[in-house]
């Protein structure tokens, strides 16, 4: 397991190792809060802190809820609200440790027009 927070350390998150990769997705959300995206089983990923610490925001299609922390506002991970997703969620590696990420790929991902890796 490796552990990750949030800046003010309200929200932890553990995921079971490294992903194979990391996705830099340029979508309207992404590019804003520039995280690093790894996909893991929803089942395989521990997130604790208390609910009211964290905010959740849903918009467009409503496909996705992004979380983040309500304290310093470093967003941790999203969810699917649609069933299809193959039961995955996205967890923000830029929350875990420098050296944990700097070894990882990192895969760009034209969310914004083509939903195509570049």
């Given at each position: 397991m490796i552990k990750g927070t949030c800046h003010c350390g309200a929200i932890t998150i553990e995921v079971p190792g490294a992903p194979a990769y990391m996705i830099d997705c340029n979508c309207s959300i992404c590019r804003r809060t520039r995280a690093l995206w790894a996909f893991y089983p929803e089942d395989a990923v521990r997130i604790d802190g208390e609910p009211s610490q964290t905010e959740d925001y849903v918009w467009g299609e409503k496909s996705l809820r992004t979380v983040r922390c309500r304290s310093c506002g470093c967003v941790t991970h999203w969810k699917?609200?649609?069933?299809?997703?193959?039961?995955?969620m996205g967890v923000n590696m830029a929350n875990f440790e420098p050296g944990v990420v700097a070894a990882l790929e990192v895969r760009r991902f034209d969310g914004a027009d083509s939903w195509e890796y570049l």
């Open positions: 699917a609200l649609k069933a299809n997703d193959l039961g995955r």
